[in-house]
């Protein structure tokens, strides 16, 4: 199983940046975004179900990001808008044993992480 992720950089606050996960040698799982910034625990960001009926965010978050995914591509996204400083973080999917999970402990497949920066 390989969780394949594109899609950080450096932006300015206000821009928007969409993040890709591919996924490989599993298909049609619950899957979702966490991030961690530098000195803080890993932080839930999003999570959608296997056929993108359900999604759930974070709260810090709601409002900007939207997850989707396409399952003819075994790709999910997150796209993020209107970025603040503090979503500079490194941003992993995952997937999840549990449907409707916002817990790390329930996702045991993860990406290497991408790095997202975000300027004031």
């Known amino acids: 199983v390989q969780l394949t992720q594109s899609g950080g950089g450096l932006v300015q606050a206000g821009d928007s940046l969409r993040l890709s996960c591919t996924t490989s040698g599993l298909y049609n799982v619950a899957m979702g975004w966490f991030r961690q910034a530098p000195g803080k625990e890993r932080e839930f960001v999003a999570r959608i179900t296997w056929n993108g009926a359900s999604m759930t965010y974070g709260d810090s978050v709601k409002g900007r990001f939207t997850i989707s995914r396409d399952n003819d591509k075994d790709t999910m996204y997150l796209q993020m808008n209107n970025l603040k400083p503090e979503d500079t973080a490194i941003y992993y999917c995952?997937?999840?044993?549990?449907?409707?999970?916002?817990?790390?402990?329930?996702?045991?497949?993860w990406g290497k992480g991408t790095l997202v920066t975000v300027s004031s």
């Open positions: 995952a997937v999840s044993r549990v449907p409707y999970s916002v817990s790390a402990d329930t996702y045991h497949y």
